[in-house]
């Protein structure tokens, strides 16, 4: 799983909820951040393997963004290539990109998982341009609603778009 880091928030919720329940069920769960694990808030299963590539941050230029952006694609290539997963889930617009983009060419399924609804949460040209472009090349497109799904189907004109809600403990009762 890859995404941008493990603070406090729903994406990283649904990833350590996710990892664990993978893990649990005797699958080897490699957990890739962008960031370190200094503003950790969510802690994994110590049976899963965390990496960090320390790569998180705001870009100052247009040129700064493009190399600290091409930086993480090749951070996020040789991480794909020695993990030997055979499918990878990635979490969010521009972490999706930057996966899309660095798994390309290799044989690992890549399974994007959209957290947001883009109808709500427009991107910046660029991303958009990025996204319609790259996108296809997942094994999977997930959104976790319906609308976000519609919207995803419409905006990318292709309908590889799933429905996959977010992960429920399985333990306890749902009203607690």
Not at 130 to 135: D, V
């Amino acid at each position: 799983m890859i995404c941008s880091d493990l603070q406090a928030g729903g994406v990283q919720r649904v990833v350590a909820r996710a990892s664990s329940m993978l893990q649990n069920a005797g699958n080897k769960v490699i957990v890739i951040t962008l960031s370190d694990s200094a503003s950790d808030f969510y802690r994994l299963e110590p049976k899963i393997v965390r990496k960090t590539l320390g790569l998180k941050g705001p870009s100052g230029s247009l040129y700064a963004g493009i190399k600290a952006n091409l930086q993480r694609i090749s951070a996020i290539r040789k991480e794909i290539r020695g993990s030997e997963c055979e499918i990878i889930v990635s979490f969010v617009t521009a972490t999706n990109i930057l996966t899309l983009l660095a798994n390309l060419f290799l044989k690992t399924k890549l399974i994007v998982s959209e957290r947001n609804d883009p109808s709500k949460q427009p991107l910046g040209f660029s991303w958009k341009v990025l996204r319609t472009l790259t996108y296809p090349f997942a094994y999977r497109v997930t959104a976790n609603s319906r609308n976000a799904v519609y919207s995803l189907q419409k905006s990318l004109l292709f309908s590889k778009v799933h429905f996959l809600p977010n992960p429920l403990p399985l333990e306890g009762n749902i009203s607690e």
